[in-house]
């Protein structure tokens, strides 16, 4: 991947037969950077490129659709197969080979017995975040491609809240990044508490508290109760990259 947020060569996982058409590069995949994650927390990326090829590519390692997506769209079937064979990767640095990552009924990964992750894709980019339960509780992890100015002013009032615009105008940030930035955090939020509260929730459900723009984190507050643990005023940690095309951002339970 072209990204210097990515490791060198040496830190890749690499296929075995590296001879494979240059349209396959998203079967390379890199562990990718963010600074300053708790212990035990890897996360893995690739590229990928949507067509046939791709999907007989990939069924090589062991990656398979499940039964829900096989008339599912080609571009559905390999953001799946993208995702998974992330996620596998992230496992193998745990030195477990567990196979395919399976899907549950609400469409979320069904990871291992003790294991905790999340995966993301956007436009060509997969990402899987996976912890140990033992040491990182939670895992929400997603990437966006940055929004113009423009939308972001016409979509502000629907992802905003007006503490966050306080914020934007108090620190001089550029709507367009401030914007992208907030979806993406609140969205990897979402993934991060669905499964544990159940229901759903929107935009104006969480704000943004704090940004440090050196360590690249953030903290997200509730502004309602989601359940009885994650009642309004609870507080997550985050931390987020910049790539030329996309935002990417974790936020993490302990």
């Given at each position: 991947?072209?990204?210097?947020?990515?490791?060198?060569?040496s830190?890749?996982?690499?296929?075995?037969?590296?001879?494979?058409?240059?349209?396959?590069?998203?079967?390379?995949?890199?562990?990718?950077?963010?600074?300053?994650?708790?212990?035990?927390?890897?996360?893995?990326?690739?590229?990928?490129?949507?067509?046939?090829?791709?999907?007989?590519?990939?069924?090589?390692?062991?990656?398979?659709?499940?039964?829900?997506?096989?008339?599912?769209?080609?571009?559905?079937?390999?953001?799946?197969?993208?995702?998974?064979?992330?996620?596998t990767k992230?496992?193998?640095?745990?030195?477990?080979?567990?196979?395919?990552?399976?899907?549950?009924?609400?469409?979320?990964?069904?990871?291992?017995?003790?294991?905790?992750?999340?995966?993301?894709?956007?436009?060509?980019?997969?990402?899987?975040?996976?912890?140990?339960?033992?040491?990182?509780?939670?895992?929400?992890l997603d990437?966006?491609?940055?929004?113009?100015?423009?939308?972001?002013?016409?979509?502000?009032?629907?992802?905003?809240?007006?503490?966050?615009?306080?914020?934007l105008?108090?620190?001089?940030?550029?709507?367009?990044?401030?914007?992208?930035?907030?979806?993406?955090?609140?969205?990897?939020?979402?993934?991060?508490?669905?499964?544990?509260?159940?229901?759903?929730?929107?935009?104006?459900?969480?704000?943004?508290?704090?940004?440090?723009?050196?360590?690249?984190?953030?903290?997200?507050?509730?502004?309602?109760?989601?359940?009885?643990?994650?009642?309004?005023?609870?507080?997550?940690?985050?931390k987020?990259?910049?790539?030329?095309?996309?935002?990417?951002?974790?936020?993490?339970?302990?």
């Amino acid at each position: 991947m072209d990204n210097p947020l990515l490791l060198s060569s040496s830190d890749r996982h690499e296929p075995a037969d590296k001879t494979e058409d240059k349209l396959l590069h998203g079967l390379v995949c890199e562990k990718f950077n963010f600074d300053g994650l708790p212990e035990g927390i890897e996360v893995t990326a690739t590229q990928y490129v949507v067509g046939e090829q791709y999907i007989q590519a990939i069924g090589r390692f062991g990656i398979a659709l499940p039964k829900s997506l096989m008339s599912a769209r080609t571009k559905r079937q390999v953001e799946y197969l993208a995702g998974r064979y992330c996620a596998t990767k992230s496992l193998e640095q745990f030195d477990q080979k567990h196979g395919s990552i399976g899907i549950n009924d609400d469409g979320s990964p069904d990871w291992p017995v003790g294991f905790t992750g999340s995966i993301t894709h956007s436009k060509g980019l997969a990402i899987a975040a996976l912890a140990s339960g033992s040491k990182v509780r939670l895992l929400g992890l997603d990437a966006e491609q940055w929004v113009s100015a423009v939308r972001a002013e016409k979509l502000s009032r629907a992802i905003l809240l007006d503490r966050e615009e306080s914020f934007l105008h108090d620190q001089s940030l550029p709507l367009d990044w401030f914007f992208t930035l907030v979806f993406s955090a609140k969205e990897s939020l979402y993934k991060l508490l669905r499964s544990e509260t159940g229901r759903y929730f929107g935009f104006h459900s969480a704000c943004i508290t704090s940004l440090d723009s050196e360590k690249r984190s953030f903290t997200l507050m509730l502004t309602e109760s989601l359940s009885s643990e994650f009642s309004e005023g609870y507080t997550f940690h985050g931390k987020y990259q910049e790539l030329s095309d996309h935002i990417v951002t974790l936020v993490y339970l302990v």
